[in-house]
């Protein structure tokens, strides 16, 4: 048994700024917000010091698994998407109108929430390899769900191209041309819902409200948490909305800025961003888009240029690829050192931040993306990870070269 050795509140009450409180340092938000709309947005930037320590750079992360209605940081795109078209008069809130959108999971979660608080319903299609809990969460939060076979863009049962089409052939659907009769001939039979409302197919992938959601949101954050110092931002792109929004709002203030793309294996943007080529030259043109990306990570990693990607895709100055296993061991490396508890996509960031660190050198801060919680990654991702139990001295060596 130890005494705690901290100053009693009353000793130094002015100065006492806990290092360990993001609460004095986080900017307050207004203190009753509207709905659960409000919880989005103004997360926390923490230094993740098992990392800092390390590498003696200050590598930050941006605590996106706060956002209050999805918990992930698409529910800045969701509410993004969703205002838009509302303002557009595509939508009309509590007129039982329908969402429809293919996602790898946290989309859909963020539109079935947002759905519910604002009278629409949320029709998701995703691919049925992703965490299982992504898709019980979605029915529990009454969407209809249907959990597609995995299939690359170019292919009509895709779960992107399941979702368009089935928003055409909602009876009237908003700003999309209806159906073709081979489209028709594929999907299930119209049920009641879809003879109600308008169908609105949110289309995270080409919708420029989605980087525009990081543009107005998590950049101005940054640059203001940052007092306008941040020599790299370092992102996954599943859409690309988060690297592009972010990109766009930041370099033109800080022009030395360096973005970096952190990418899961058997994705194309590496090479992208680092050859200018998606594929390996030897890879015939037209199989390019046939690949799946061939990774346990979700939510990143796309094989094909979306107008997301294109809307940030020249600011990008460099590019990391990072291995399933050094996601799992980095995953695992953040529970054992600092007791953050992360998904898939937001250790690929980490493997990248550290490794831009060891490129830029010490002193330098570094900036990155905590997307969601590892909590919706349980069955899949983790389930590989293991347990961390109670394991004390890994070396970020070994995570590094995992
Ligand atoms: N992490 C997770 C868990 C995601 O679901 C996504 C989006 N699919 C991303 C990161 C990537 O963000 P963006 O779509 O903005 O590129």
């Given at each position: 048994?130890?005494e705690?050795?901290r100053?009693?509140?009353?000793?130094?009450?002015?100065?006492?700024v806990s290092?360990t409180?993001?609460?004095?340092?986080r900017p307050?938000?207004p203190s009753?917000?509207?709905?659960?709309?409000?919880?989005i947005g103004?997360t926390?930037?923490?230094r993740i010091?098992?990392l800092?320590?390390?590498?003696?750079?200050?590598i930050?992360?941006?605590a996106?698994?706060?956002?209050?209605?999805?918990?992930?940081?698409?529910?800045?795109?969701?509410?993004?998407?969703?205002?838009?078209?509302?303002?557009q008069g595509i939508?009309t809130?509590?007129?039982g109108?329908?969402?429809?959108e293919?996602?790898?999971?946290?989309?859909?979660i963020?539109?079935?929430?947002l759905?519910r608080?604002?009278?629409?319903?949320?029709?998701i299609?995703l691919?049925s390899?992703?965490a299982?809990?992504?898709?019980?969460?979605?029915?529990?939060l009454?969407?209809i769900v249907d959990r597609?076979?995995?299939?690359?863009?170019?292919?009509?049962?895709n779960?992107?191209?399941r979702?368009?089409a089935?928003?055409?052939t909602?009876t009237?659907?908003?700003?999309?041309?209806?159906?073709?009769?081979?489209e028709?001939?594929?999907?299930?039979a119209?049920?009641?819902?879809?003879?109600r409302?308008?169908g609105?197919?949110?289309d995270q992938?080409?919708?420029e409200?989605n980087?525009?959601?990081?543009?107005?949101g998590t950049?101005?954050?940054?640059?203001?948490?940052c007092?306008?110092?941040i020599?790299?931002f370092?992102?996954?792109?599943g859409t690309?909305?988060?690297?592009?929004g972010v990109?766009?709002?930041?370099?033109?203030?800080?022009?030395?800025l360096?973005?970096?793309l952190a990418d899961?294996?058997?994705s194309?943007l590496f090479?992208?961003?680092v050859?200018?080529v998606?594929?390996d030259?030897?890879?015939?043109?037209?199989?390019?888009?046939?690949?799946q990306?061939d990774?346990i990570v979700?939510?990143?990693?796309i094989n094909?240029?979306?107008?997301?990607?294109?809307?940030?895709?020249?600011?990008?100055?460099?590019?990391?690829?990072?291995?399933?296993a050094?996601?799992?061991?980095?995953a695992?490396?953040l529970?054992e050192?600092?007791?953050?508890?992360?998904?898939?996509?937001?250790?690929v960031?980490?493997i990248?931040?550290?490794?831009?660190a060891?490129k830029?050198g010490?002193g330098?801060?570094i900036v990155?993306?905590?997307s969601?919680?590892?909590?919706?990654h349980?069955?899949?991702?983790w389930?590989?990870?293991g347990?961390?139990?109670?394991?004390?001295?890994?070396?970020l060596e070994?995570v590094?070269?995992?």
């Open positions: 048994y130890q705690l050795s100053p009693r509140h009353e000793d130094n009450v002015t100065e006492q290092p409180s993001g609460l004095i340092a307050g938000p009753i917000v509207e709905g659960i709309e409000g919880c103004n926390p930037l923490f010091k098992s800092s320590d390390e590498t003696g750079c200050e930050l992360g941006k996106e698994f706060l956002n209050g209605a999805g918990q992930s940081s698409k529910d800045r795109v969701a509410l993004s998407m969703i205002e838009i078209a509302e303002e939508l809130p509590h007129s109108d329908t969402i429809y293919g996602t790898s999971g946290s989309t859909g963020s539109l079935a929430t759905a608080a604002k009278g629409y319903l949320a029709h299609c691919p390899d992703q299982i809990e992504k898709s019980n969460l979605l029915l529990k009454g969407a597609v076979p995995p299939a690359p863009i170019v292919e009509k049962d779960f992107v191209n979702a368009r089935l928003a055409k909602h009237a659907s908003s700003g999309i041309p209806s159906a073709s009769a081979e028709q001939s594929d999907l299930p119209a049920d009641d819902r879809m003879t409302g308008r609105f197919f949110a992938f080409e919708n409200a980087w525009r959601a990081h543009y107005e950049g101005p954050e940054l640059y203001a948490q007092g306008g110092r020599d790299a370092v992102a996954g792109a690309g909305g988060t690297i592009s990109a766009r709002f930041l370099k033109p203030l800080l022009p030395r360096n973005v970096v899961p294996q058997g194309g090479n992208r961003v050859y200018g998606m594929f030259v030897k890879e015939r043109e037209g199989t390019r888009r046939r690949r990306v990774t979700e939510g990143i990693g094909r240029v979306t107008a997301n990607f294109e809307a940030g895709k020249e600011l990008i100055d460099d590019a990391v690829r990072v291995t399933d050094q996601a799992l061991a980095m695992r490396w529970v050192k600092d007791g953050i508890f992360i998904g898939s996509s937001s250790a960031n980490c990248a931040a550290v490794k831009t060891r830029l010490p330098h801060r990155t993306v905590l969601d919680s590892g909590s919706r349980l069955s899949r991702f389930a590989k990870a347990d961390v139990g109670g394991a004390v001295d890994t070396k070994d590094m070269n995992a």
